[in-house]
């Protein structure tokens, strides 16, 4: 997978409003900093209000300042009012580990030695980086569920042969129409538990128009309140049709119906 980082786009993104003040500690890790094995040292500066830490894998959405050792702001996403969301397995090997540590909620220093940052890579900031960096939210991707290779017996089947299941029933009574269109989040596999897409890993809702998605989402969509989670068993004939780089056979999506934007 091309890495990616926080700061590798920085000529395209919109100049930043503000400088956010330098903090007092940025020439080296204070004493009551905590360091690990690899170097990596941090410091909470505000406590968390989860209990979860996020996995190697997981996205996240943060909020973040970084700055050289010399007191130079080069990003945040504080400055521009924009958090971001970004695979932990995606950045440098610094946010790699040291997000880990954190739990939703909490605010952390991180002191990123060059070997953890960019080691010297032309054009990016040099030396030891510290980032104040604000874990918003942990997009977990749902691992695959142990019935995806068919429907299970308590599954219900309508006569196309869209079989689903209610995992989380509807706060609301609202329906959408053939013809309507619906606010979602939604995890895809194969049947040999592949997950293909997942608008939770984008950590953004989708929006869909039920004219101009496969049949299955079409019908599926139907059945289903505000609020309501299914899982549905798509059959081929129902979703890609063997469509070019498209998934193959029967998929399985785990939807959550947020809301109903048009009926």
């Known amino acids: 997978m091309k890495k990616i980082t926080l700061l590798l786009a920085l000529l395209s993104l919109p100049a930043l409003a503000q400088d956010i003040p330098a903090p007092p500690d940025l020439a080296a890790p204070p004493a009551d900093a905590q360091t690990t094995a690899s170097g990596l040292a941090s410091k909470v500066l505000t406590p968390g209000t989860g209990d979860t830490h996020p996995g190697p894998a997981d996205k996240v959405k943060v909020h973040y300042t970084g700055w050289t050792t010399d007191g130079k702001m080069f990003d945040s996403s504080v400055a521009r009012d924009k958090p971001i969301v970004f695979g932990l397995n995606q950045v440098i090997p610094g946010w790699t580990e040291g997000v ?9 220093r991180l002191w990123i ?8 890579k032309p054009g990016r900031p040099q030396g030891m980086l510290v980032f104040d960096v604000e874990l918003l939210d942990i997009l977990a991707v749902p691992p695959a569920p142990p019935d995806v290779a068919a429907p299970p017996a308590d599954a219900q089947t309508s006569e196309s042969g869209l079989a689903w299941k209610v995992l989380k029933p509807g706060t609301g009574t609202k329906k959408a129409s053939r013809n309507g269109a619906v606010r979602v989040h939604y995890t895809g596999w194969t049947t040999d538990g592949k997950m293909f897409d ?12 039920l004219t101009k998605v496969i049949p299955g989402w079409t019908e599926g969509l139907q059945l289903m309140v505000e609020g309501e989670s299914r899982r549905f068993w798509i059959p081929k004939k129902l979703a890609y049709r063997g469509a070019p780089g498209k998934p193959e056979g029967t998929l399985v999506f785990d939807i959550e119906l947020l809301e109903v934007v048009r009926e």
Request: without cysteine.
């Open 198 to 209: 997942s608008s939770i890993g984008r950590g953004t809702p989708a929006f869909f128009e």
């Open 100 to 108: 880990q540590l954190m739990v939703e909620g909490e605010k952390r």
């Open 113 to 120: 030695p060059a070997k953890l940052a960019y080691e010297g």
